[in-house]
Antibody, heavy 114, light 112 residues
Framework: QVKLLQSGAALVKPGASVKMSCKASGYTFTDYWVSWVKQSHGKSLEWIGEIYPNSGATNFNEKFKGKATLTVDKSTSTAYMELSRLTSEDSAIYYC???????WGQGVMVTVSS | DVVLTQTPSILSATIGQSVSISCRSSQSLLDSDGNTYLYWFLQRPGQSPQRLIYLVSNLGSGVPNRFSGSGSGTDFTLKISGVEAEDLGVYYCMQATHAPPTFGAGTKLELK
């Protein structure tokens, strides 16, 4: 069955970067866009951007351009998101998903604190 | 960006009661391809969002048929016909017709 397995929680210092992973299984990884979604504590959901693994093409929410970098490793069916120049505003849970589908990762909690 | 306004923000219900949640869009969600990319999700505490409805009214795989979706253009509704305890959580509508995809602020369903 389709699974999206995300990496573990991260505690990072302000100004640093963090890279998280989303390993796909149970389907042809290169056939579907992978989206990333942010959920700040107790808040709603924000779409960050998406990547098409076959070509590496990306689309971003303007709000997250320059903040998020999306990449994939086709050999391991893994999508990555790197967040840079972290501030307290980046503390949140980050999900990978095939947007619009039933398939979501379990989420990665990122805490930015000194 | 398209703004989705969900009402109410909090919904108190008893087990067995039927309830509805409204999602109003700032723009029509009818796409030029004829589809309306409006979805409903339920997020239980500590869990990832779970898709309930896709393309306005299509029931997701494994989703109980007490859930139903309706609407068109800018006005959409999720109905639960007979709330069960497992339905408690926060409901979100999402649109993917216009870039970027956006979500409503959520409706928290709690027990009265």
């Amino acid at each position: 069955q389709v699974k999206l397995l995300q990496s573990g929680a991260a505690l990072v210092k302000p100004g640093a970067s963090v890279k998280m992973s989303c390993k796909a299984s149970g389907y042809t990884f290169t056939d579907y866009w992978v989206s990333w979604v942010k959920q700040s504590h107790g808040k709603s959901l924000e779409w960050i951007g998406e990547i098409y693994p076959n070509s590496g093409a990306t689309n971003f929410n303007e709000k997250f351009k320059g903040k998020a970098t999306l990449t994939v490793d086709k050999s391991t069916s893994t999508a990555y998101m790197e967040l840079s120049r972290l501030t307290s505003e980046d503390s949140a849970i980050y999900y990978c998903t095939r947007l619009g589908s039933r398939y979501w990762g379990q989420g990665v909690m990122v805490t930015v604190s000194s | 960006d398209v703004v989705l306004t969900q009402t109410p923000s909090i919904l108190s219900a008893t087990i067995g009661q039927s309830v509805s949640i409204s999602c109003r869009s700032s723009q029509s969600l009818l796409d030029s391809d004829g589809n309306t990319y409006l979805y409903w999700f339920l997020q239980r505490p500590g869990q990832s969002p779970q898709r309930l409805i896709y393309l306005v009214s299509n029931l997701g795989s494994g989703v109980p048929n007490r859930f139903s979706g309706s609407g068109s253009g800018t006005d959409f509704t999720l109905k639960i016909s007979g709330v069960e305890a497992e339905d408690l959580g926060v409901y979100y509508c999402m649109q993917a017709t216009h870039a970027p995809p956006t979500f409503g602020a959520g409706t928290k369903l709690e027990l009265k």
